[in-house]
């Protein structure tokens, strides 16, 4: 990993005049007005980031200044291409470089914010940059502009949005070519610029760019813009509330991630509203970030609500909310699209009342609730209304506690919760966490909320809706976690464990030696249609340990599972893993949870800093014996040291491993030719790895 120094001098030499037929009147291209001061330097505040990450095969410099908020991509291997994702309107483009290799080009130099006017609403912004080839003749092909959403999965149906979504590439002078393309709706643009400083640009017939030079190593300066709405960051000094001594990059990473309106997922892939992301990632960092950061976790969350109180996983938003509407024969509009199909989500808001009331006072919960929606709905009223939710949700399992009357995930959907790829439950309906965690927590919320009188005035008879509250969490609490339940007798773990190792290439001996002759038991990761488990080992004792209080029984067991060494439980030198299908007798089952799935045996980086953080909940517990709160500060010390071994991983999503010469070795996830998907090089939640305290 790189850290690059705020904001380069001298950013005022990028001028040039734009002429964009049919698109934009003559106009000129200029650096962002925010940048001007003296002698044409760069004002340097706070609130301006200029770093890079160095992510496996793939350089990731960020950038924000003023309403600029951009993340440019660059291979390090592989086919060539250059990609920049815009917070505003989760948006970005792609450009492919042919007639060259990715060792060819130099890395990105020279960011710039530019502004210029539109025919639209609203200006273009984005940035400038320049890089050079080796090359003396390069063609760029396969341009995509739009929302990231369909960027990120252009290798499932490339031909197809290549024909979705054409450009017009009009050659502006000798060495200058544009790209330009409307939103769906006409609403939004966007725009690239690709200039050669020393030789000439040209079109061909078939829409490529041919850029050349006399014989010397191209020097090009790319330009992107788009018209969506930018958001208001939050300043990089104005994240935290007490003294936060962390890597710089951490910082960098949540502070590119922050703004007002609401906190982004992650980028490049997830750069807008996640509901989940955003609540967990609020909890980390409660105990250090300021008012002003977790407001704008919480108050985006409520605006998103549902009028059943449901709160929304994703935002389509931009083009994707046009595509949306597209392909549903709708009338095509930019309006947001919500999406409630997660059911986790529903039940984490409640908690992050109750921790904002503890972190910052009652008075402050009463002005945040205080506030209305942009429909004009209090935001009180708004959280009743998830309360109400959740109660209506706990009723069938709290009136009959049989196993088919928990929550399971929605009719004819593979996802559900957080494990949201298609065997990220390993095939289960009734997921652990929600069950035996997340509903007993949201309802433990709910009395307290209810005893603190916060909806007095809005219910008709909050007394009895206290008591059935009460009675309905005794149950939930007491009666869901034992259909999770899974023993093994020894022969049958160390058979698994035996063949399991050789299946995947390492050795037993570790995972034997942890087994003992003594039985197995763990919780399921999930329950199957049929209600039997799925003997899957899990990190989501990460939700049990920070969101309730469990018994000593349940403790140990998830301390085993935790730091058992793989493929007896979790634990692995890159890290806790958070699946292990060794019990698993289908080979087709396991094949679901291997190294290469993004839920499979690969390391999440905020799944270690929510053991973390739970774990300090478990040890400042004043009802547990001090054997088991030695335990539990044992198993913080041993994690926090895997975590330090592996700390250049922490702000990317997840990685994986391999395992060669008696070791493991850290892998970035989506870069191998098995991945089934891409990691985020920033990721809000493993970012809030700053509010985890040792």
Not at 11 to 28: D, P, T
């Given at each position: 990993m790189q850290s690059v120094e705020i904001l380069?001098?001298?950013?005022?030499?990028?001028?040039?005049?734009?002429?964009?037929?049919?698109?934009?009147?003559?106009?000129?291209?200029?650096?962002?007005?925010?940048s001007s001061g003296k002698n044409n330097q760069p004002e340097t505040t706070q609130s301006e980031l200029e770093f890079s990450?160095?992510?496996?095969?793939?350089?990731?410099?960020?950038?924000?200044?003023?309403?600029?908020?951009?993340?440019?991509?660059?291979?390090?291997?592989?086919?060539?291409?250059?990609?920049v994702a815009f917070p505003a309107g989760n948006s970005g483009m792609q450009i492919q470089a042919t007639n060259s290799t990715t060792e060819d080009w130099g890395a990105v130099d020279n960011m710039t914010p530019i502004r210029f006017e539109s025919d639209k609403e609203r200006p273009f912004h984005g940035v400038s940059f320049d890089v050079s080839s080796a090359k003396s003749e390069v063609q760029l092909e396969e341009f995509l502009m739009g929302s990231i959403r369909t960027i990120r999965s252009f290798k499932f149906w490339a031909e197809e949005a290549l024909k979705e979504f054409p450009v017009t590439i009009e050659k502006v002078s000798d060495t200058k070519v544009h790209v330009v393309r409307d939103r769906l709706d006409k609403k939004e643009s966007y725009f690239v610029s690709v200039e050669v400083l020393n030789g000439s640009a040209s079109v061909t017939e078939d829409n490529k760019i041919n850029l050349s030079s006399d014989g010397e190593p191209l020097q090009l300066r790319i330009s992107a813009a788009t018209t969506e709405k930018t958001l208001s960051p939050i300043p990089k000094d104005a994240l935290f509330r007490t003294d936060v001594k962390a890597e710089e990059e951490t910082k960098n990473v949540l502070a590119f991630l922050s703004y007002d309106e609401k906190l982004l997922a992650g980028s490049w892939r997830y750069l807008t509203y996640f509901g989940r992301d955003t609540l967990i990632s609020t909890k980390l960092l409660m105990p250090v970030a300021s008012q002003r950061v977790v407001e704008a976790g919480i108050a985006s969350t409520i605006e998103r609500l549902n009028p059943n109180g449901e709160v929304a996983h994703e935002e389509d938003i931009g083009e994707q909310a046009n595509l949306h509407r597209k392909w549903k024969d709708q009338p095509i509009s930019g309006e947001p699209i919500y999406d409630y199909k997660m059911i986790d989500d529903n039940l984490m808001l409640l908690p992050i009342v109750i921790d904002f009331e503890q972190a910052f006072g009652l008075d402050a919960l009463d002005a945040l609730l205080a506030r209305k929606t942009a429909s004009g709905v209090a935001y009180r009223e708004k959280l009743l209304r998830n309360l109400t939710f959740v109660m209506a949700e706990a009723t069938p399992f709290a009136k009959d506690p049989e196993a088919q009357n928990m929550l399971h995930i929605g009719e004819g959907l593979m996802v559900g919760e957080w494990r949201d790829s298609g065997g990220g439950l390993g095939g289960g309906r009734i997921p652990y966490d929600v069950n035996a965690v997340l509903m007993p927590a949201a309802l433990e919320a709910s009395i307290t909320l209810l005893e603190a009188g916060l909806f007095d005035g809005l219910v008709d008879d909050p007394a009895a809706l206290l008591a059935d509250a009460r009675k309905t969490e005794a149950v939930w609490r007491e009666k869901a976690p034992g259909y999770f339940m899974v023993k093994l007798d020894n022969a049958e773990a160390v058979e698994a464990i035996t063949n399991y190792s050789a299946e995947i290439g390492v050795p037993a001996d570790a995972a034997l030696e942890v087994v003992g002759s003594g039985e197995v038991e763990f919780d399921a990761l999930s329950l199957n249609a049929d209600l039997s488990p799925v003997k899957a080992m899990h990190s989501d004792y990460s939700f049990t340990l920070s969101y309730i209080d469990p018994d000593e029984a349940t403790l140990r067991r998830a301390l085993r599972v935790v730091l058992d060494q793989f493929p007896a439980g979790l634990y692995s030198s890159v890290g806790v893993v958070v699946a292990n299908p060794v019990y698993l007798k289908s080979a087709e089952a396991r094949d679901h949870l291997d190294n290469d799935k993004y839920h499979g045996t690969v390391v999440w980086s905020w799944q270690q800093a929510l053991l973390l953080s739970g774990l300090n909940r478990q040890i400042a517990r004043t009802d547990i014996s001090e054997e088991i709160r030695n335990e539990l500060i044992r198993a913080r010390d041993t994690i926090w040291q895997v975590v330090d071994d592996n700390s250049e991983a922490l702000p990317f999503e997840l990685w994986s491993w391999s395992y060669a010469d008696g070791q493991f070795k850290t892998e970035p996830f989506g870069q191998r030719e098995d991945d089934e998907t891409e990691s985020n090089a920033a990721q809000l939640w493993s970012a809030a790895f700053l509010g985890v305290l040792r």
């Open positions: 380069k001098t001298g950013l005022s030499r990028f001028c040039a005049v734009i002429l964009l037929a049919g698109l934009l009147s003559a106009c000129q291209e200029t650096p962002d007005q925010s990450v160095v992510q496996g095969e793939q350089l990731n410099y960020f950038y924000r200044k003023g309403p600029v908020a951009a993340h440019v991509i660059k291979p390090i291997t592989k086919q060539p291409f250059f990609r």
